[in-house]
């Protein structure tokens, strides 16, 4: 089955501590994997996608293919992180089409 | 741009109503896409259009109806609310899937009594 498995619902973590979102998927394929996030009062954004290789906001997330895994990392958390992440990956679906799906989310609260 | 745009923003409605939440993108996407946000549940995909004329269902299409007659507008009709659909809804847009960034809107949160 497709599926994007987040297993934390909530994260609480202390300014400064490194942070680890974990995210693992089950496709049969080569999906695209993203991270979105939603901060308070905030419409989903997207904060990284695997394919760009990019750092965002400090924050890294590397593709590993043979665990199936999209973890997001931040070597020292802000307060302006706590927000509600989302891992979602993109890739075609047995009918043709493509599918987007999306993990069911993990909160972040970073405490001070 | 304005994006991705939503109304209401929020609603409240009583079983057995009916209703369509508006959404509407300036972004000439092809792909436009319901989900709703419950909590533990993350995003679940309700309906979802590629292109003018063509919608498909998602994965929690019941109760729900949408129809794609321009490219901009694709609005999501509740047939008959019921307090299960008690949720926050998304609209998004993407020019297409296949790695594609979604953009989205601020969300309609709604109430069914």
């Known amino acids: 089955a497709q599926r994007v498995t987040q297993p934390e619902k909530l994260l609480s973590v202390f300014k400064g501590a490194p942070v680890e979102l974990k995210c693992n998927y089950s496709y049969s394929g080569s999906p695209e994997l993203f991270w979105y996030v939603q901060y308070s009062r905030q419409r989903l954004q997207l904060l990284l996608r695997h394919i760009s290789r990019e750092s965002i906001k400090g924050f890294t997330a590397d593709l590993n293919k043979g665990e199936t895994s999209f973890h997001l990392k931040k070597p020292f958390a802000q307060e302006e992180d706590s927000a509600m992440y989302y891992c979602?990956?993109?890739?075609?679906?047995?009918?043709?089409?493509?599918?987007?799906?999306f993990g069911t989310g993990t909160r972040l609260k970073v405490l001070a | 741009n304005a994006g991705v745009t939503q109304t209401p923003k929020f609603q409240v409605l009583k079983t057995g109503q009916s209703m369509t939440l508006q959404c509407a993108q300036d972004m000439n996407h092809e792909y436009m896409s319901w989900y709703r946000q419950d909590p533990g549940m993350g995003l679940r995909l309700i309906h979802y259009s590629v292109g003018a004329g063509i919608t498909d269902q998602g994965e929690v299409p019941n109760g729900y109806n949408v129809s794609r007659s321009t490219t901009e507008d694709f609005p999501l009709r509740l047939l008959s609310a019921a307090p299960s659909q008690t949720s926050v809804y998304f609209c998004?847009?993407?020019?297409?899937?296949?790695?594609?960034?979604?953009?989205f809107g601020p969300g309609t949160r709604l109430t069914v009594l």
């Open positions: 979602a990956l993109s890739g075609p679906s047995t009918s043709g089409t493509y599918k987007y799906i």
């Open positions: 998004a847009s993407s020019a297409g899937l296949a790695g594609h960034e979604q953009f």
